[in-house]
């Protein structure tokens, strides 16, 4: 069974840096991995998500050229490194199997997510 658990997450102040860390449990090298996020309040927001067939990574807009994915098989985690943080990025940060739809991204295996502070 697939199960990815998400850690790293605190409180940064805008401006700061923060690198979360994901576990990844179970086979996936069939399957694209990323994360997504979730405010309180708001809807669930596309993060990252990389395709397993030649690697590359989607990133939205709002977080395009501040934020990157990385992954060391050896160790079977996956990061997101994240820089240039701005408040808007509070959030709790989840690392999930990932596809892409018609309509957008999709998620599964996601488990407990990461709480991310970024103060003014």
């Known amino acids: 069974d697939v199960q990815l658990q998400a850690s790293g997450g605190g409180r940064v102040q805008a401006g700061g840096s923060l690198t979360l860390s994901c576990t990844v449990s179970g086979f996936i090298d069939d399957y694209a991995i990323g994360w997504f996020r979730q405010a309180p309040g708001k809807l669930r927001e596309d993060v990252s998500c990389t395709s397993s067939s030649d690697g590359r990574t989607y990133y939205p807009d709002s977080v395009k050229g501040r934020f990157t994915f990385s992954s060391d098989n050896a160790k079977n985690t996956m990061y997101l490194q994240m820089n240039s943080l701005k408040p808007e990025d509070t959030a709790v940060y989840y690392c999930?199997?990932?596809?892409?739809?018609?309509?957008?991204?999709?998620?599964?295996?996601w488990g407990q997510g990461t709480l991310v502070t970024v103060s003014s």
């Open positions: 999930a199997v990932c596809r892409h739809e018609y309509y957008g991204y999709e998620y599964d295996h």
